[in-house]
T-cell receptor
Framework: NAGVTQTPKFQVLKTGQSMTLQCAQD?????MSWYRQDPGMGLRLIHY???????DQGEVPNGYNVSRSTTEDFPLRLLSAAPSQTSVYFC???????????????FGPGTRLLVL | QQQVKQSPQSLIVQKGGISIINCAYE??????FPWYQQFPGKGPALLIA???DVSEKKEGRFTISFNKSAKQFSLHIMDSQPGDSATYFC?????????????WGAGTKLIIKP
């Protein structure tokens, strides 16, 4: 298993540009989420999904969109990049059939984004 | 009420010593408390987790101590090794009430000196 994969590893954007961060997992996990990690602030949840076709907002959703058309993929879209979105983005997944219990989250290697 | 406060921000420990990282929370609805370990350039990985029905959980050199009345929990790393040098995050969850979302501490950068 490749686990959770993320592309690209690093990206530079200009203010106002849009882009999609890709996330895929091959563990048949139902639960997927996107976090941003900023120095001194830990990880903050952007959006999450409890299964294909179902998404919900986390703590800091503004400026980001997600969709979940398949179990494997959970892309994160930046609609109009801003310097405040400069961060490291992590995708995570966990097995949670019908959300019956807390499961370990498995993280991808991250995407480092710089917005100029 | 949603915050998890982690301290210290950074920690330097001699090889063979004990590393201690502390976390405090306010929301008594939290019922799951994991610790994640993150190496540079990698994503976090689960190290150990505890539920409030026990006061301590040990896995190898890593121990979580949990004090429900004080609303605090801590990670102890015994016989700390240079390979333990990493950033450690505590977190907490309200379980199904919040769709198992994790609330994270700010992280502790641990350096083990040889």
């Amino acid at each position: 298993n490749a686990g959770v994969t993320q592309t690209p590893k690093f990206q530079v954007l200009k203010t106002g540009q849009s882009m999609t961060l890709q996330c895929a997992q091959d563990m048949n996990h139902e639960y997927m989420s996107w976090y941003r990690q900023d120095p001194g602030m830990g990880l903050r949840l952007i959006h999450y999904s409890v299964g294909a076709g179902i998404t919900d907002q986390g703590e800091v959703p503004n400026g980001y969109n997600v969709s979940r058309s398949t179990t494997e993929d959970f892309p994160l879209r930046l609609l109009s990049a801003a310097p405040s979105q400069t961060s490291v983005y992590f995708c995570a997944s966990s097995y949670s059939s019908n959300l019956q219990k807390q499961e370990t989250q498995y993280f991808g290697p991250g995407t480092r984004l710089l917005v100029l | 009420q949603q915050q998890v406060k982690q301290s210290p921000q950074s920690l330097i420990v001699q090889k063979g010593g004990i590393s201690i990282i502390n976390c405090a929370y306010e929301n008594t609805a939290f019922d799951y408390f994991p610790w994640y370990q993150q190496f540079p350039g990698k994503g976090p990985a689960l190290l150990i987790a505890i539920r409030p029905d026990v006061s301590e959980k040990k896995e190898g050199r890593f121990t979580i101590s949990f004090n429900k009345s004080a609303k605090q929990f801590s990670l102890h790393i015994m016989d700390s090794q240079p390979g333990d040098s990493a950033t450690y995050f505590c977190a907490a969850s309200r379980g199904w009430k919040s769709n198992y979302q994790l609330i994270w501490g700010a992280g502790t950068k641990l350096i083990i000196k040889p």
